[in-house]
């Protein structure tokens, strides 16, 4: 199957700073990818769809100004938390779609992004 | 989507099959079933999908009923190494771009 990757894969910050996730498909290109944000013991949460060249989408109750995406080119998408808090500790999971599945429209996911702000 | 219904956990021997139900008894005549499985602290892998036909590929087969309102994952050799969290999720086939729901999936535990 097809390859996505995350950078890094796990962080540790000081609260009030940044961090900035990569997530790139290595063998395909992706025009739409997607974040997700998974708490132990739970299952993923959408957090929003990113789009090549356009703004990203954004789930209900989650803010656009503090985890800002963007979608530079057709193999990257990078998530920023902003004035990052202990609350934003998580594991953040990408995924991007592949179009060589057609009506399938598989999708494969990063191996995840271990955040822990301190 | 139509909305999915696994058990919570299941176990199985090391060695013998794994069979994993799911029902979608509200499933669409253009939706597909997938399923994918999560190892711990590691992201979702996917291992197959299927629209009618029952599906074979490297790591598992798929078995969908004529009906389409359930599905089976069977791993044909249940290894340690299989033990996670298996989701299955019907989507539609037109559905470009829009992301997968994840609902609480299966536990599977592979014994020694």
């Known amino acids: 199957g097809a390859v996505v990757s995350q950078h890094p894969s796990r962080v540790i910050c000081k609260s009030g700073t940044s961090v900035k996730i990569e997530c790139r498909s290595l063998d395909f290109q992706a025009t739409t990818m997607f974040w997700y944000r998974q708490f132990p013991k739970q299952s993923l949460m959408l957090m929003a769809t990113s789009n090549e060249g356009s703004k990203a989408t954004y789930e209900q109750g989650v803010e656009k100004d503090k985890f800002l995406i963007n979608h530079a080119s057709l193999t990257l998408s990078t998530l920023t938390v902003t004035s990052a808090h202990p609350e934003d500790s998580s594991f953040y999971i990408c995924s991007a779609r592949d179009p060589r599945t057609g009506m399938a429209d598989t999708q494969y996911f990063g191996p995840g992004t271990r955040l822990t702000v301190l | 989507d139509a909305k999915t219904t696994q058990p919570p956990s299941m176990d199985c021997a090391e060695g013998r099959a794994a069979n994993l139900p799911c029902n979608h008894s509200?499933?669409?005549?253009?939706?597909?079933v997938y399923w994918y499985r999560q190892i711990h602290s590691q992201g979702p892998q996917y291992i197959i999908h299927g629209l009618k036909n029952n599906e074979t590929n490297e790591m598992a087969s798929l078995i969908i009923t004529e009906d389409r309102k359930s599905s089976t994952l069977i791993l044909p050799h249940a290894t340690l190494r299989d033990t996670a969290v298996y989701y299955c999720i019907v989507r539609p086939s037109d559905n470009y771009g829009q992301n997968f729901v994840f609902g609480p999936g299966t536990r599977l535990s592979v014994l020694p």
């Open positions: 509200t499933i669409s005549g253009n939706e597909y």
